[in-house]
DNA sequence: CGTGTAGTTGATGCTCCTCAATTTTTGTGG
DNA sequence: CCACAAAAATTGAGGAGCATCAACTACACG
């Protein structure tokens, strides 16, 4: 949940141990007993919970210098997997609360990360209410570049299913959206993983409104357009 | 967002204000200087947060225990409101911040509040995504009936359009849901405010899964499909 | 080569929204 | 206390957005 950076880990001065994980590894599970704290240092993962009726909901993606994996409790809530190569820095739970307990300082640190991370989850339940499919892929598309681009190209390290999962749509409609958005050449994806914006202020544009979209008309533009209303 | 409890402000040692607020008055308004943490005496308030297109997205109801007003920039981020004649305790920010730069205790303590909020902020990201209208009315229903219920009564202290954008729902689908919840005799409004829960089980199981219950019944015939299956 | 996984596309329909009309409740002044 | 206006809640019809189911393509890997 919280954002427990390597700023805060050098300041409780705690032993440090480096892990590496391949894609599809876990970093722990859920139920896990919650022993350590991470943070990202190479490489890309996944915060998930698993809902019943095979259903997945990702809480959260992690990139290089995010941090994760602290629980109030005894167990983790949430399972952490990679997507890719990893490499992650851990410090015992234990030795940062001890640290926390008589350094001041610490304690005010891991109270800024912890508030901070609240307003994020806020922010986001906000986002996943009044959203439509088109805005939140459109805002999405957006925040990958500024974390992975590299010279204008985004290279995802996530599935399409993931990208559905993070925000309870079905992986149809993620496809659908990506292809009406390539359409309008507003993206370009060379594979599944790499795309580049083309056109970044209509991209903009729709994160923040996708109602004048005409996105089912788009998808369906080769074909005769049928407006026929349907018989009860 | 964080639930700065009087237990917390007591550990402080800060001077406390008592302050009143009758229904409709605004605690803080969005944009203004975050000078005071609150906790709820006796009442009942909500933080909400203004949308364009004159939406409204309620991010918490409160009642007597909880606080609310943390900030972590110089400016609150949500408006709070009273729903009820409302009585608030509230301490300086400024003050209680001095106090846990010296007091691991109460930094600490701080701490616990914040990573609570940071949890419960993300449960109900996870609500907001996966369920169904019936499914989380009726569960706000049996949560309201945990904290505002006297001898099996519940008196709501909201309006409709409080429980609709709490839930990114409208008006509408709030109603035709309680009274269809009404109509299968498992709630019984005396008035708009004021209701009976009369049988629970049925409502505990609506909160997990309505994908049976066979809401618009009177008028369409039930569906045996649920929703969220993912099997090839 | 088959087999499996990921992704795309099409047809159909459920859930909830929008718009509009109506009823009920609340608040105010005579 | 009632009359009246304003606000809140309910009800109905129809449509938008996305899910579901199904079929198909593309690619990876033994």
């Not at 022993?35 to 809480?59: K, M, N």
């Not at 958005?181 to 580049?196: N, P, T």
Request: charged share 30%; aromatic share 8%; with cysteine.
């Amino acid at each position: 949940v919280i954002n427990i950076e390597g700023t805060i880990l050098a300041a409780a001065k705690l032993k440090i141990i480096d892990l590496s994980y391949s894609p599809g590894d876990s970093v722990y599970e859920h139920g896990a007993p919650a022993h350590f704290v991470y943070t990202v240092d190479t490489g890309a993962l996944c915060r998930l919970r698993l809902l019943p009726e095979d259903r997945r909901s990702i809480l959260q993606f992690l990139f290089p210098g995010d941090g994760f994996g602290y629980e109030i409790g005894r167990h983790h809530r949430d399972t952490a997997q990679a997507l890719t190569h990893t490499k992650l820095r851990a410090a015992s739970r234990e030795a940062l609360r001890a640290a926390a307990k008589s350094n001041a300082r610490l304690a005010n640190l891991l109270f800024a990360a912890a508030a901070n991370a609240a307003v994020v989850a806020e922010e986001r339940a906000d986002m996943l209410r009044f959203r439509t499919a088109t805005e939140q892929i459109a805002q999405f598309l957006l925040e990958m570049e500024v974390r992975l681009s590299i010279r204008g190209q985004i290279d995802l390290p996530m599935r399409r299913y993931h990208i559905a999962d993070y925000f309870g749509l079905t992986v149809e409609t993620v496809s659908r959206t990506i292809t009406a958005l390539q359409r309008e050449k507003i993206i370009e994806f060379r594979d599944r993983a790499q795309y580049v914006i083309r056109d970044k202020r209509r991209l903009r544009q729709l994160a923040s409104d996708a109602s004048d979209f005409e996105f089912w008309s788009i998808l369906k533009r080769p074909s005769k357009v049928r407006r026929g209303r349907r018989q009860p």
